[in-house]
């Protein structure tokens, strides 16, 4: 684990650096506000309703004789006493493809190289990163997952699948240890936001991108950003933004889910994919100030100005305002692979149970889970090369497309035969009518030769037309 500690600075526009040293880094004001980071705490939906309450008596504590205060308004202050003391966790998940900036996302989101860049990122899939940050001696643990050599293959096909496994197996370790008898020391590894980097040109955003936010959009909540946006003006980022929009319509694929928060979720959509622009470096603007950008020989751009990037949008929305909406949400997206995980168990194994019809557990599912043993469990909960399957169903797919292709080549050239066959019986009949009709003047010439020549003797004709019909194979 890597600790970096922030020390808040006295003003907001004093900003001094600590030695490397000692591993100390100012932060800009209130980039990890206490007030707004708290560990994630589990809240249980009480069924009392209203009318539970109705014959209750209101007192106010103001009303009081004494007109001294109780101490129930202190209960925030403890909260925060006790957020302040626990610290907080959040743990990022960041995919795309290489090249988009994703490690530049991090550093410049968090004011810190906390990731550098690595040349063999084809070694590993995923890299698993743990940060302790301190904030005006507030603790916080950042754990950041990042894709490596993502969309590097030849057959990039199936490639985002090992990334969904990798959320859901986060979500089964969880599982596994609530089932636990002692859970003191539980930790949470669960996703709790994905940001998916795109690139900076729309024409390069391919099936690998669509079918990767797709299919991460309806497990957790993911965020799309378009990284380097220091290449595109304002005109090209509103029509990226457009084009984007039109393809999540086109493939049913919705953003942030699973957030409680409405108003933040309507915000997010209207808003995304967040143009990025990454940067630590402090650059002299045109007012003479101090703020972080990119130098160019032609100008300059500053990274928190909302003019030219929407970063300051996504900080708000990840760490200053909403982080805490994100870490909540994550129990409503590990409550439905909950439910759908062991419903599937119950289901699966309901009927291989010898259950007796006066057995009490006949029709009740937690009983028959309960009876399941911790063998078939292990067995059902390990992890099944889904990418082989993923591919040996696009194979079966592509097998019934040449299989039927096949059936539709062959009905084909049958249809063409039968037609051909239909011409050629319609050309015999025409031909077998003409032969008839010559027979039939030929009759006639003959009759009529005999009678104007009595003396002589009729021909018989009807032999010689029978050997004929009989060479070519004719009944008349």
């Not at 596994?176 to 940001?195: A, E, S, T």
């Not at 104007?452 to 009729?458: A, E, V």
Request: proline fraction near 3%; charged fraction near 30%.
């Amino acid at each position: 684990m890597t600790e970096v500690t922030f020390e808040r600075p006295d003003s907001e526009d004093s900003m001094q650096m600590i030695p490397p040293s000692e591993t100390l880094l100012e932060l800009p004001h209130k980039l990890l506000s206490p007030e707004r980071i708290v560990p994630p705490i589990q809240f249980y939906e009480s069924e009392e309703t209203e009318s539970d309450y109705s014959d209750e008596k209101v007192i106010s504590v103001h009303e009081s004789n004494n007109n001294k205060k109780v101490g129930l308004c202190l209960l925030p202050d403890q909260r925060q006493k006790f957020s302040y003391r626990k610290g907080g966790q959040f743990n990022l998940l960041i995919a795309g493809q290489v090249g988009v900036g994703k490690s530049t996302f991090i550093n410049t989101l968090f004011d810190y190289e906390l990731l550098k860049k690595d040349p063999n990122y084809c070694q590993d899939f995923l890299s698993y990163d743990k940060f302790q940050l301190i904030e005006n001696n507030f603790k916080f643990n950042l754990n950041v997952t990042e894709t490596s050599g993502f969309g590097q293959y030849i057959d990039n096909d199936g490639t985002w699948i090992p990334i969904k496994n990798f959320i859901q197996q986060q979500f089964r370790l969880y599982l596994f240890q609530d089932q636990q008898p002692l859970r003191v020391r539980k930790w949470d590894n669960r996703i709790h936001c994905c940001i998916y980097v795109l690139p900076n040109n729309i024409k390069q955003l391919n099936f690998l991108d669509i079918e990767t936010i797709k299919s991460l959009s309806s497990i957790i909540n993911l965020i799309p950003i378009i990284g380097k946006c220091d290449v595109l003006n304002s005109e090209e980022i509103r029509d990226y933004k457009m084009k984007f929009k039109h393809i999540l319509r086109e493939n049913n694929i919705k953003i942030c889910d699973f957030l409680n928060d409405e108003d933040l979720c309507e915000r997010i959509n209207d808003q995304s994919p967040f143009s990025f622009i990454g940067s630590n470096d402090l650059i002299e603007n045109s007012n003479g100030q101090m703020v972080r950008g990119r130098k160019y020989p032609w100008g300059s751009v500053e990274i928190e100005n909302e003019s030219f990037c929407d970063f300051n949008i996504i900080k708000q929305i990840l760490i200053s305002e909403n982080m805490l909406d994100f870490i909540l949400s994550t129990e409503t997206s590990y409550e439905h692979f909950r439910t759908n995980f062991l419903s599937d168990i119950c289901l699966k194994n309901f009927t291989q149970l010898s259950i007796s019809a006066d057995s009490e557990t006949e029709g009740n599912e937690m009983k028959v889970y309960y009876n399941y043993k911790s063998s078939d469990y292990v067995k059902d909960t390990k992890d099944e090369d889904e990418v082989l399957q993923y591919k040996e169903s696009k194979l079966k797919e592509m097998f019934n497309v040449i299989i039927g292709s096949q059936e539709k080549r062959f009905k084909d050239w049958k249809k063409a035969l039968v037609a051909k066959q239909e011409v050629f019986n319609k050309d015999l009949e025409d031909t077998h009518a003409k032969m008839i009709q010559l027979y039939e003047e030929v009759s006639q010439l003959e009759d009529d030769f005999v009678s104007n020549n009595p003396t002589l003797k009729r021909l018989d004709l009807n032999d010689t037309y029978k050997n004929f019909d009989k060479d070519f194979g004719l009944n008349w």
